[in-house]
């Protein structure tokens, strides 16, 4: 017997992604929804749950998502959005309430935020406040709701954990703010999963908000010091001092995380409240197994656990960011949109191209992007000083990348597994810009690639004749790397042509870069052994678009063995 049909909004982001497969091992048939439904292409529980296209202000799609839907889950909201951002949570909220009452969905499943019992509305912080009306309007929307509402989520990838994180690290003497001695209850991401997914199941008389947490209640200095024990870092010297606002923390977090300034200004305003859970009557109804809920050090172990091994599924900018240009790449060559600058470069590489596929895709984070580190460093800056993203998001893996995954700076828009990667750029930029990866599987200007009778060749008579043709050359690659820029007016035109002069340096020293790492990587690791005969040996091996021979086989997110999200 299959389980309820469950609709999850923001399967694109941190918590929606890991819901995903836990509601599909569970048994339950799942469907999401997604403004760019390609981004949920690579997953690997892609091929496990519906994809639609829909997004939550737009009550057509809407309708369409939630028909013939049991359970729904809410898990969007407008956080970092800027100015406004409460009235986009708002009207969103109703879109969705109403939506669902009319589509006969039998539950509404939201995760929001702990809120202060005692702090009056107007004194939550815009975010606290934002989530709090969220869950009224969801509970008054005639369809039983569950709130879950949780304060500091701790997982491998989450905003929250990558804050404390880099802070802890970067920092062995700490200027803080006040609130970090305020009382916090963090809750391990494994628990606030097993929370959603037991939701689904509660009979439709309860409807109301749970608070969920873990068993420990700490402060926010005692979680940075309890951090450094768990991670095996020296003891922290952390001083606070009152005089630095909310504001001030989050230029001050975003200046040493990679967390934006504006996503970390509404998490350091929410730290200021106390958010500790009044209440666990959630385990009425989704009973605590033994060991549960996990302890922070426990959590923290875990998430640590995950990064170093390179697992983490979804991270904390999975989820697009607000304002960043989504626009695919245009197609037309002429592009009647406007005008559309390039700049192309081409090398012939002297390596296989799975050898040159493995450089390419292993680009950014902590390889680096290959030419004038301070350049991409400056830029990074700047990006961050005007509000941007920056160039320290890193990557969710160190060696594989799928569509959505973000990229310092940029996002996975496309990846042809061994021949193309494109991204797309999430700086502040006057226009539209994207980056073009080729792998190409053959590099011309070689004597036998040119000319296949060439003395020594396979098809050479003398050497045929005489029974000494060798065995064919593996084939070399060709690297192609395509820069486009599409400028917003005059400000646009004239941002290209101000850093088009470092192109060159930039751009060009890229390509031969990657060339040559692509190389080095070929001659150190050898000629790959030639098949024994009658080996099983496929067509995607030699390619390089099958799995590498260096990796250990995957597990299956439903098989017994498989690790639960951390």
């Known amino acids: 017997m299959t389980g309820p049909h469950c609709l999850v909004t923001g399967a694109t982001g941190y918590i929606g992604g890991r819901l995903v497969p836990e509601l599909l091992d569970t048994g339950h048939r799942v469907r999401c929804m997604a403004r760019s439904p390609e981004r949920l292409r690579d997953h690997p529980w892609a091929g496990r749950a519906e994809v639609v296209r ?6 057509a799609s809407l309708a369409a998502a939630l028909r013939g839907i049991d359970v729904a889950y809410y898990l969007v909201h407008a956080l970092g959005t800027g100015h406004g951002f409460e009235d986009r949570d708002r009207a969103a909220a109703r879109t969705f309430a109403e939506e669902a009452r009319a589509a006969g969905v ?26 709090a009306e969220v869950g009224e309007i969801l509970l008054a929307s005639g369809v039983p709701t569950t709130v ?27 200027v803080t703010p006040s609130w970090v001695g305020t009382r916090i209850q963090p809750i391990a991401v494994r628990d606030v999963l097993r929370y959603l997914v037991g939701s689904a199941a509660m009979p439709p008389e309860v409807s109301r908000s749970f608070d969920i947490g873990g068993p420990d209640v700490v402060t ?23 005089m630095l606002t909310p504001r001030l923390s989050s230029h001050w977090i975003g200046l040493v995380t990679p967390v934006p300034r504006a996503l970390a200004r509404p998490l350091a305003e929410s730290l200021r409240h106390e958010v500790v859970c009044d209440e666990h009557d959630i385990a009425a109804y989704v009973p605590d197994p033994p060991g549960s809920p996990i302890g922070f050090d426990r959590a923290l172990a875990l998430a640590l656990q995950r990064v170093r091994e390179a697992k983490v599924t979804t991270r904390w900018s999975s989820a697009s960011l607000p304002g960043a240009p989504s626009d695919p790449l245009p197609t037309d060559p002429d592009w009647a949109g406007g005008s559309l600058y390039t700049d192309e470069r081409e090398l012939p590489v002297d390596a296989p191209p799975d050898a040159l596929w493995r450089v390419v895709e292993g680009i950014g984070g902590e390889n680096g992007w290959y030419s004038f580190p301070l350049a991409w460093a400056v830029r990074g800056w700047l990006d961050r000083l005007v509000g941007g993203v920056g160039i320290r998001r890193g990557r969710r893996d160190a060696a594989r990348l799928r569509v959505g995954d973000s990229l310092d700076f940029w996002r996975v828009e496309e990846i042809e597994a061994g021949r193309l990667l494109r991204l797309r750029a999430e700086m502040r930029l006057p226009g539209l810009a994207w980056l073009e990866l080729y792998a190409d599987p053959r590099a011309p200007g070689s004597a036998a690639d040119s000319d296949p009778r060439a003395p020594g060749s396979a098809a050479d008579p003398a050497a045929r004749a005489s029974g000494s043709a060798p065995d064919p050359a593996p084939p070399r690659a060709r690297y192609r790397q ?26 060009g020293g890229m390509a031969r870069n990657i060339a040559g790492a692509a190389e080095r990587a070929a001659s150190e690791s050898g000629p790959a052994p030639s098949p024994a005969p009658g080996s099983a040996s496929s067509p995607a091996a030699a390619s390089g678009t099958g799995p590498r021979a260096e990796e250990p086989p995957t597990t299956d997110a439903h098989s017994p063995d498989a690790e639960p999200s951390a």
Do not use: K
């Open 54 to 59: 829909g997004d939550v202000t737009d009550p």
């Open 106 to 131: 039998r539950r509404i499943v939201y995760l929001g935020g702990l809120v202060p019992a005692d702090v009056p509305r107007e004194a939550l912080s815009p975010h606290l406040r934002s989530r």
């Open 148 to 174: 879950l509402r949780a304060a500091v989520i701790i997982g491998s990838g989450s905003a929250s954990f990558e804050m404390l994180r880099y802070l802890t690290e970067r920092l062995p003497v700490m």
């Open 220 to 242: 926010y200095e005692e979680m940075m010091r309890r951090y450094a024990a768990v991670a095996r870092l020296p003891r922290r010297l952390i001083v606070r001092v009152p």
């Open 482 to 507: 395509r820069a486009l820029f599409h400028p917003h007016g005059l400000l646009g035109h004239l941002y290209w042509w101000s850093v088009s002069p470092f192109h060159a340096v930039v751009f």
